[in-house]
DNA sequence: TAGCCTAGTCGAATCGATTCGATCGAATCG
DNA sequence: CGATTCGATCGAATCGATTCGACTAGGCTA
């Protein structure tokens, strides 16, 4: 009657119902004490009739000290940010991992303006995506707020902790690859070098000036086998952008290619369909090397050869990073590596 | 020398070393309220001498009642669920929305098992996806705790406020052009009916037992135009998906179509493939009308006759609803429409 | 000069739970 | 049978900020 009912039911209140202490219905719902099993027994039963629907996150957040949150920084656009499959991959590998504590993803886009969220965000430890553009300045940012931090595949020494590839390493390998079938005339198709994602040559000067660390290894990485290697760069990872960029590297029959490393597999498949289209054959007219191992959806009935990253796992490494330093273990840096898939689009050069 | 320094500055200390009340100093960084430009400077300096980063967030939330976070309800898997372009360009429409009011999107992923983050992440208001498995549970999970709801085309009346999209009228329109056009053999290519994901004719018994509200709907609106029509259930909105029935619905030449309806772009850019393969011509031989009209990647040069949803826009509507349900403004339910776009991909069926 | 208003600041209560140490009764042990 | 221990429960402090009402000077009007 005179007791205007609360609109939330709190823990406070089951406790009253339950005529237990307020602790002691805690203890009841976490189930960390010792609590005998008539009275939980009666706690649960006055949160049920209260609708009680269990602690407030909030509340305990601010008690614990921990608000189970994992932030995922990444570029400003969603819907840029995944239509990388690599990027989904290994967000479903990190969300699967710290799910194991009980710990969800907050997406975290990079704008540099507007409410700040890298700064406001509520959350226990953050992981930062190579690609974005501000990654340095979100570093500092979070490491203010004393908020740990997982990096993968930022530059060197980035991050509380890395996960880097051997972006380099790889590349080479798959290069190497080229050579030992003969190829001369190689071509390369460079993801993003910079935060302006424009169409353009590859340009000595582009080169310098990029501040993508992945792109720019894997090129170092073709140019250890192919130092004077041609290339384009592309306006981001898909098939559409690989298909410009072979049009216009396979225009010209007198310089054309022979073999072309895409720095990903959509690039890859869309040059695979900008042969097509020229009416050039793959593998026997043109070899197409790929990066990541992805299963592209709709290259089929082609099987890419490509450096097969484990991307997966990458996120999974990053996800296990993130929980060892929330719960004080040791948290080393992971680095992976790439297996070379032979698939069906690279093939010696043809005979002239 | 006495006073251990707590290892992270509060509000309270920046007041203490400002030589100002915590109340004032809140003031000062909140900017609520009247503060003199002196004072404020001098709390902000004090903040800056101890390394203060701002309020934490997880005191302001229990003390405001709000958090900042939106949670999106996706299914089990985020690899399978953003692999599909609608959902990721709503997810961006609803990203910028919600970011209008400093609010940022909280992945929950919907596992019938685990530490069921559906009932305890925190969250100020949730956003499901009509694809997932486990919406009436959730849903129901969600009200008990007070969080108010957004369910994006879910079944009618589910949810605080629904986001729907006239999958049926749409799907016939498009079938009416077919029509038009003066095809008489017509074959769906179906998404997935229900949770158990597998490649099945769709008969009549597997469409009772369907649960995706929209994959049905879209059914009953080709339906209304080819009642008999006979089709292919998939095993998601893939293209290599779509590959896989095209080469089935189209292998024999005695009672091949001369046209097919599916289910999303991507399934379309399958099919199209499939008669590539075939040596079908598209659309000389075999008309594709797809769904969606997100830009497939991978697709050109084709341009696929296709049914356009606004993606971005439902997505904003999403956000826009949510943002209404916080503020306590009209949260209406909203329905989107449809546009067939014209491409290539369709024609009058070859004379025979 | 009395009266009033306003900008600036402060105190204290509050948000809802967790947790540590204390308490109390009963059971166990010698 | 007294002392010890253990299990169950309770009180009270605490996490870190926000916010409302109260209070104090000045400045302004009449």
Chains 1, 2 share one sequence.
Not at 180 to 198: E, K, N, Q
Not at 229 to 254: C, D, H, K, N, Y
Not at 333 to 344: I, P, T, W
Request: proline share 8%.
């Amino acid at each position: 009657m005179s007791t205007p009912r609360s609109p939330r039911p709190t823990l406070a209140g089951v406790a009253r119902l339950a005529g237990v202490s307020p602790s002691t219905a805690s203890l009841a719902f976490s189930g960390s004490g010792p609590v005998s099993d008539a009275t939980r027994e009666r706690v649960l039963a006055a949160a049920e009739t209260l609708g009680y629907a269990g602690p407030d996150p909030r509340a305990q957040s601010l008690r614990r000290g921990r608000s189970g949150i994992v932030g995922v920084v990444i570029e400003d656009r969603i819907r840029d940010a995944f239509r990388d499959p690599v990027t989904v991959q290994m967000l479903d590998g990190l969300s699967e991992e710290i799910g194991s504590i009980g710990a969800s993803l907050l997406l975290i886009p990079d704008t540099g303006e507007g409410p700040a969220d890298v700064g406001t965000a509520p959350m226990d430890a953050a992981v930062l995506i190579g690609c974005t553009p501000r990654l340095a300045e979100s570093l500092a940012i979070l490491s203010r707020r004393g908020i740990p931090t997982v990096a993968i595949e930022a530059d060197p020494g980035l991050g509380d902790v890395g996960v880097s590839l051997d972006n380099r390493q790889a590349t080479r390998r798959g290069a190497e690859h080229l050579r030992s079938l003969g190829h001369t005339m190689v071509a390369l198709v460079v993801l993003p070098l910079s935060a302006d994602r424009s169409r353009s040559p590859l340009t000595a000067e582009a080169e310098r000036a990029g501040t993508s660390h992945v792109a720019r290894e894997r090129i170092l990485g073709a140019r250890d086998v192919y130092p004077d290697a041609p290339g384009v760069v592309t306006a981001g990872s898909f098939m559409e952008e690989g298909r410009l960029a072979g049009l216009q590297l396979l225009a010209r029959p007198e310089d054309r290619p022979t073999a072309v490393i895409a720095q990903s597999d959509l690039l890859a498949a869309g040059v695979v369909r900008a042969a097509e289209e020229l009416g050039i054959a793959v593998p026997q007219q043109l070899s197409v090397l790929g990066f990541d191992g992805v299963r592209v959806d709709g290259i089929a009935p082609y099987d890419l050869t490509t450096l097969v990253q484990p991307a997966v796992p990458k996120g999974r490494a990053a996800g296990a990073a993130v929980v060892a330093l929330l719960t004080g273990a040791d948290a080393p840096s992971v680095a992976f590596e790439s297996v070379l898939h032979l698939g069906n689009t690279t093939a010696p050069p043809a005979a002239r």
